[in-house]
């Protein structure tokens, strides 16, 4: 059997083991290991060079980013930010039909720029907005979409984990990354916002009969000045970690300290962090950075088992000797995408495929700031289709009425997924909405 051959057996062998059930991470060792073992029929030869694979795979400064973010996006899950923003979005788009599903989505935007976490947008949006769309007559169904589909804004608007990580995988800078998310997040924004204003006026039924008396509601008679001050701390955090990185003054790795440190002091002035919360905060930060760094080393060395095979480049001659061009080649890679993000979570995506279609790509000269920006938003997509649809699970095990099933969930996010495929096909017609910014 030829190097190529175990190449392409080790590929169809990863969707194997994962149809079976086993942890991404385990499969990429497993068979990474085999492979090489194969190709050099040596099994001491094997481990060692997958043992240097993994000491390489995170031992730079750059991935000090990963649990700096999380923590970052952690500390503010629990700070109440989500609710104060929510509430300044509420005031603004009182009177306006549908204006608390936007509520929602400018609240998103906001509360994602200092997250970088999509689960954790679901997470605080579930509870906060949900129970209140619902008590003044809004459909469960069409709540409980708003919330899913806006949460994914966490994983586009900077900082962004999955455009950190694509950044870490292809040595592409996490500054422009950052910078290029932007406009594309905005745009998905206003997609949203459109999105909910004509299902309020064409579809009423769908959306509710909407009793917006809340007289009562001390929200909205908050002043400008209120508002302004509620969201003041949020603003200056944003401004922190994303200026400091447009401005040079920071590194990503180091604006990831200063955010955590500033999303620190942020919830200790607002009294939201006792001792059980910030042991929680630490856990669930060393959790997820636990499981994405795995994740990072298995790809490593995975993409060097695929190196040795020889794949890639074959791969990469194959593509140049059938004359697809640049368009029909991203086509066929982002249904892979799509189809992939219905039984994988985002990051496993990005990890197995990333490192097959990087050498492809670099090899037609591709922007990758552009391409990374193209890859994130068809991968999150992933995060609200059926059947894993992370986000999707997240919501509904955080809501408390038990009437609201998963199938709801996933119906009322279905017009989220068709606004995000319209913002995917205009960044791929359209690369300079995410470049417009990079210099």
């Known amino acids: 059997m030829t190097d190529i051959q175990i190449g392409i057996l080790s590929i169809a062998g990863i969707l194997i083991l994962i149809y079976a059930g086993m942890h991404v991470a385990i499969a990429l060792m497993l068979l990474s290991l085999l492979g090489v073992w194969l190709m050099k029929d040596n099994w001491i030869i094997a481990t060692k060079l997958l ?6 795979s995170i031992s730079g400064y750059i991935f000090g980013v990963v649990p700096l973010f999380v923590l970052m996006g952690m500390l503010i899950s629990v700070s109440g930010v989500g609710k104060d923003t929510f509430d300044v979005a509420n005031r603004l788009f009182k009177g306006i039909r549908g204006g608390l599903g936007i509520s929602t989505v400018a609240a998103n935007a906001v509360f994602a720029a200092v997250t970088g976490i999509s689960i954790a947008s679901a997470a605080v ?15 469960p169904r069409f709540a409980v979409g708003v919330v899913t589909g806006s949460s994914v804004l966490g994983m586009l608007i900077p900082p962004s984990l999955l455009l950190i990580l694509f950044g870490v995988l292809t040595e592409t800078s996490i500054g422009d990354l950052f910078k290029a998310g932007i406009m594309p997040g905005l745009l998905l924004s206003a997609a949203y916002c459109t999105a909910i204003l004509v299902m309020a006026y064409r579809l009423p039924d769908y959306v509710g009969q909407i009793n917006d008396d809340r007289d009562g509601d001390p929200t909205l008679r908050m002043t400008i000045i209120q508002a302004i001050w509620k969201l003041t701390p949020i603003m200056l955090l944003v401004a922190l970690v994303l200026g400091g990185i447009y401005a040079g003054w920071f590194t990503p790795t180091e604006s990831g300290a200063v955010g955590a440190l500033g999303a620190l002091l942020l919830t200790l002035g607002k009294r ?5 919360k910030l042991w929680q905060v630490l856990t669930e930060t060393g959790h997820v950075t636990v499981a994405i760094l795995f ?34 080649i991203l086509s066929i890679y982002l249904v892979i995408v799509l189809l992939m993000g219905t039984i994988l979570d985002s990051t496993s995506i990005m990890m197995i495929i990333v490192p097959l279609i990087y050498p492809i790509m670099l090899a037609m000269g591709v922007n990758f700031v552009w ?8 991968i999150e997509v992933g995060l609200i289709t059926p059947p894993l649809g992370i986000a999707a699970f997240v919501v509904k095990s955080t809501l408390d009425d038990q009437s609201i099933s998963l199938n709801d969930v996933f119906a009322g996010a279905f017009p989220y997924v068709l606004m995000m495929i319209i913002v995917l096909v205009l960044v791929v017609v359209f690369p300079g909405i995410s470049l417009v910014l990079v210099r």
């Open 272 to 276: 939201q962090l006792t001792w059980a």
């Open 51 to 56: 043992a240097l694979a993994a000491a390489d």
């Open 125 to 139: 949006f579930t509870k906060v907005a949900v129970p209140e769309m619902i008590r003044l007559g809004h459909k």
């Open 295 to 328: 994740l990072l080393i298995a790809a490593n060395i995975y993409g060097r088992m695929l190196a040795l095979s020889g794949i890639t480049g074959f791969i990469a001659t194959w593509i140049g000797q059938s004359g697809l061009g640049l368009y029909a």
């Open 371 to 378: 391409f990374g920006l193209v890859t994130v938003i068809a």
